[in-house]
């Protein structure tokens, strides 16, 4: 698809169902305003905080508040969100919303990177949207606990050298850059596929003594011929395989026997763009869509990009390295 000439095209335009559009401009007009937040760095006025640890078990960062809040009210507001899932919310929220028009159910990663945000180097936000589901009561864990093949529209923001948002819609991965005069995200990537070459990996190889055998032995294997690059921000590292070619690896380790990267709000999120985009996204045992979660905080193995080095690294590990 070519570009449209002037190169302006919201986030929203080719989203035919109104509620939807709603939706998606909620994470859209948030993700403007966050964007000024944490370009602002460290002249940024916080909230005070004082230690306290999220359901995570990690320390919350002032940036993860003002991110939260900053999409829940968008969220309230847009009349079509009915429900939340967030990282830094140890239970889901729900919202009033018209009940003469669709709803969706949205999870959200308001910061991803966290370790990065004091040092200017590039952050994001990871959202996903559910269609609510009809008879199903909005209450509790139980209507989030779906596999990443119900969502109908996934992506994230980077803050990067410029804002970048991504949308994934069926079929289609969509990139637009913040034009900050006119605050509007203009499209610059109409159709994205991942490359089919795969010139870079990215694992956390400090964790080389933590993982199997058999992990150790399929990180081996699919770094050779790879250069190394590691942002410790999934959003970065995703977005260069996503442009550039690559592969993305957080393997269960001894300190995390079920990994690292939260289920819902971020390897479904990805596994979701990924696939769009003729990628793949794998837990080691079979694709992250499939996966259903038992609980909102979920946590789990991934491997994500490249569909061939995917396979490879599955491959590798159903063999046992
Ligand atoms: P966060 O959402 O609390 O920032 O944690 C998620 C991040 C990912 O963005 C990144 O890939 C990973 O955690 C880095 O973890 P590690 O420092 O263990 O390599
Ligand atoms: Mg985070």
């Known amino acids: 698809m070519a ?12 989203i035919d169902e109104p509620a939807l559009a709603r939706a998606l401009a909620a994470i859209v007009s948030a993700s403007r305003d ?3 937040h944490v370009r602002s760095g460290a002249l940024l006025e916080l909230p005070e905080t004082h230690g306290e ?8 960062h002032p940036l993860d508040i003002l991110g939260t809040e900053t999409f829940v009210r968008a969220f309230d507001a847009s009349n079509v969100v009915a429900g939340l899932v967030c990282e830094e919310l140890a239970e889901p929220q729900f919202y009033s919303v018209d009940p003469a028009s669709p709803s969706y159910l949205c999870v959200l990663d308001p910061i991803d990177g966290t370790s990065n945000a004091d040092i200017a180097i590039t952050i994001g936000s990871i959202y996903g949207v559910f269609p609510t589901e009809a008879g199903v009561e909005l209450s509790g864990e139980q209507p989030f606990l779906r596999p990443g093949t119900d969502f109908v529209a996934t992506g994230y923001v980077l803050y ?18 913040l034009h900050d005069a006119s605050g509007e995200f203009r499209l610059t990537r109409a159709d994205m596929r991942i490359p089919d070459t795969c010139p870079y990996y990215s ?7 933590r993982w199997d055998p058999a992990v150790q032995r399929a990180v081996q294997a699919v770094r050779q011929g790879r250069s190394l690059r590691y942002v410790g921000s999934l959003v970065s590292d995703f977005h260069r395989d996503l442009v550039r070619g690559g592969v993305f690896l957080y393997p269960a380790d001894s300190k995390n026997p079920n990994g690292k990267i939260r289920v819902l709000y971020e390897a479904a999120v990805f596994a979701y763009i990924a696939e769009q985009a003729g990628g793949a996204a794998s837990i080691g045992v079979g694709p992250v869509l499939e996966l259903v979660p038992d609980s909102v905080h979920q946590r789990t193995p991934l491997f994500i990009g490249n569909a061939v080095a995917v396979e490879q690294i599955d491959h590798a590990l159903r063999a046992g390295g």
């Open 3 to 14: 570009l449209p000439v002037d190169g302006i095209a919201t986030p929203v335009e080719g």
């Open 34 to 36: 966050v964007s000024r």
């Open 53 to 60: 640890i999220n359901v995570q078990g990690e320390v919350v």
């Open 160 to 177: 990067g050298s410029s804002t970048v948002l991504v949308l994934a819609t069926p079929g289609r991965v969509q990139e637009f850059t």
């Open 203 to 209: 694992v956390n190889q400090g964790y080389e003594d």
